[in-house]
């Protein structure tokens, strides 16, 4: 009973703190949305910088995608598919079977597979192929990223199931 306490409490621990990391990548967006706005004017009224505002935007993207995702499914505000809607306990197990069976095993996979090549671009600072910018290892790095907060993700959700049998997640709303 003791480790199952534990268990629990490092679920909680390890939810808050993404819960925090996705909070403060929430406001990527503003950046992301201004670099959006600009790349145009750049181009067309300057002549200028268009470039780097797209490079700059789309490691912005990636990482705010990367953590979006994660918080979309924690809030299950994801899209899914719509029958059995009115059967809130089979909706409830139909989501752990799809995690236990398709979300984690492929978000793992994803994880190990791109370990290497992720961690080559982070460490040889891969720049954009296309302009030679910096931080297109970034964009990778956010990738795997997504792939390990999806997994994590499926993890708590599972533990937090498990902890409380049939009833509702611990971070659903009653």
């Known amino acids: 009973m003791a480790s199952s306490h534990r268990l629990h409490g490092v679920a909680a621990a390890l939810a808050s703190a993404l819960d925090r990391a996705t909070f403060a990548a929430a406001w990527l967006a503003l950046p992301l949305a201004a670099l ?8 067309d009224l300057v002549g200028a910088w268009s470039r780097d505002a797209n490079d700059a935007a789309q490691w912005i993207f990636a990482l705010y995608v990367a953590l979006a995702l994660r918080a979309a499914t924690r809030a299950r505000a994801h899209v ?7 059967d809130v306990a089979w909706r409830r197990r ?44 970034v964009v990778r790095a956010s990738a795997w ?12 959700d599972l533990v937090a199931a498990q902890a409380h049998g ?9």
Do not use: I, K, N
């Open 80 to 86: 899914t598919a719509g029958f059995a809607h009115d």
């Open 145 to 156: 990223l997504l792939a390990l907060g999806v997994a994590l993700q499926a993890v708590l």
């Open 36 to 43: 959006l706005f600009l790349q145009w004017p750049l181009r």
């Open 94 to 137: 139909l989501g752990r079977m799809g995690e236990a069976v398709c979300v984690l095993p492929w978000a793992l996979f994803v994880v190990v597979v791109a370990a290497v090549p992720t961690w080559r671009s982070v460490v040889g600072l891969e720049a954009f192929p296309d302009t030679f910018h910096p931080l297109y290892f």
């Open 166 to 174: 049939e009833q509702r997640p611990a971070d659903e709303p009653t």
